[in-house]
């Protein structure tokens, strides 16, 4: 059961980073290690020395080929993992490293939505904490110093967030020219 939760998890995760959210272009599981390639995905993806080597290599995999535009399509086929000794990784620190790898790509391909847009959140929560803190200033005459500095670690990691993602968009935008 916690396999398949799993593999959710990460079929989604992978399939909104590709932008593949309508039923037609969703791939049902990202993980299935049997596949087929033409020659030509063969030789592209031997080239591209970005794909991993580990476990994280499917997903590698996948980037790759809608960077390219390959087709992709799904044959349906069954799947037990009640076999003793099929896997030598522990399902959750695989699914762990594979969450990782997503959520590095997201942050490298999409820095503004990746840490822009929560970065954006965190300096609005800042705000909202010290307007809080303020009225309680006002309504008490004490200072809420646990409010105060919550406000300004919300505000501040949000504007170094922030930062961070336009830095990353411009070097990625001058990588691309």
């Not at 099929?86 to 699914?95: A, E, F, K, L, T």
């Not at 200033?137 to 500095?149: D, H, I, N």
Request: a negative charge; hydrophobic letters at 45%; proline letters at 2%.
């Amino acid at each position: 059961m916690y396999r398949r939760f799993g593999i959710g998890v990460i079929n989604s995760l992978l399939n909104v980073s590709l932008g593949t959210v309508t039923a037609s272009q969703r791939i049902s599981d990202t993980q299935s290690g049997f596949r087929a390639y033409s020659t030509a995905a063969v030789d592209s993806l031997a080239a591209d020395e970005s794909i991993g080597t580990g476990m994280d290599a499917s997903t590698d995999i996948l980037y790759h080929a809608f960077d390219r535009d390959y087709e992709i399509r799904e044959v349906g086929t069954t799947v037990y993992h009640d076999v003793e000794d099929s896997n030598s990784y522990h399902p959750v620190r695989h699914g762990l490293s594979l969450v990782h790898s997503i959520l590095t790509t997201v942050e490298r391909r999409h820095p503004i939505l990746a840490l822009g847009v929560p970065g954006a959140a965190s300096i609005l929560a800042g705000v909202g904490v010290a307007f809080w803190a303020l009225e309680r200033y006002l309504a008490w005459g004490t200072l809420p110093v646990g409010l105060s500095l919550l406000s300004v670690l919300l505000f501040l990691v949000g504007t170094f967030s922030c930062f961070t993602a336009i830095v990353l968009h411009a070097l990625q935008n001058q990588k691309s020219t």
